[in-house]
T-cell receptor
Framework: SQTIHQWPATLVQPVGSPLSLECTVE??????LYWYRQAAGRGLQLLFY??????ISSEVPQNLSASRPQDRQFILSSKKLLLSDSGFYLC??????????FGPGTRLTVL | GEDVEQSLFLSVREGDSSVINCTYT??????LYWYKQEPGAGLQLLTY?????DMKQDQRLTVLLNKKDKHLSLRIADTQTGDSAIYFC???????????FGTGTRLKVLA
């Protein structure tokens, strides 16, 4: 069966510090991978998606970046965090146009 | 525009039916989904409907699709306190791997 992992589960970082969130998927090959951000009390904002290794599509210009070094690994990064980067970050995977499956999320607080 | 709209809040009494509504924007959308998010967790797929269907029933859940009005609804029969959560509708469009999520409806079930 397929599973999706995210870590860390929670993170508190100072403004200006770097960020690295990791997402890994097990039990499937060549998935589409997605990063979303959910701000407090708001809907999901698609940040990045990837249809293959090294292929990243950015949806929102900002100080975040994403990388896919391996087929089932998706990393969200920042060189310098802003206060506005606080939120709940969700990773998801899908196969072709089928439904997405979400990870447990990482709650990021930037102070 | 790309907005998928939902009302923000819904409150019902335990045992009553809940109806959560969603208006989407693209008549060419292929699949439409309903996800549930419990506090502090990722999103869980509840059900989906293909765009050539009008209705789909799955135990206590009934999905209605009105393509003419681009209106999707989720009915939960015999609502329980465990149904309290945020419900998101989402659509996928042909030729893209993107999923467009609604703003989410927070359902509160009163005992």
């Amino acid at each position: 069966s397929q599973t999706i992992h995210q870590w860390p589960a929670t993170l508190v970082q100072p403004v200006g510090s770097p960020l690295s969130l990791e997402c890994t998927v097990e039990g499937t090959s060549n998935p589409n991978l997605y990063w979303y951000r959910q701000a407090a009390g708001r809907g999901l904002q698609l940040l990045f998606y990837s249809v293959g290794i090294g292929q990243i599509s950015s949806e929102v210009p900002q100080n975040l970046s994403a990388s896919r070094p391996q087929d089932r690994q998706f990393i969200l990064s920042s060189k310098k965090l802003l206060l506005s980067d606080s939120g709940f970050y969700l990773c998801a995977w899908s196969v072709r146009y089928n439904e997405q499956f979400f990870g447990p999320g990482t709650r990021l607080t930037v102070l | 525009g790309e907005d998928v709209e939902q009302s923000l809040f819904l409150s019902v009494r335990e045992g009553d039916s809940s109806v959560i509504n969603c208006t989407y924007t693209d008549s060419s959308s292929t699949y439409l989904y309903w996800y549930k998010q419990e506090p502090g967790a990722g999103l869980q797929l509840l059900t989906y409907i293909f765009s050539n269907m009008d209705m789909k029933q799955d135990q206590r859940l009934t999905v209605l699709l009105n393509k003419k009005d681009k209106h999707l609804s989720l009915r939960i029969a015999d609502t329980q306190t465990g149904d309290s959560a945020i419900y998101f509708c989402a659509e996928t469009r042909p030729g893209t791997y993107k999923y467009i999520f609604g703003t989410g409806t927070r359902l509160k079930v009163l005992a």
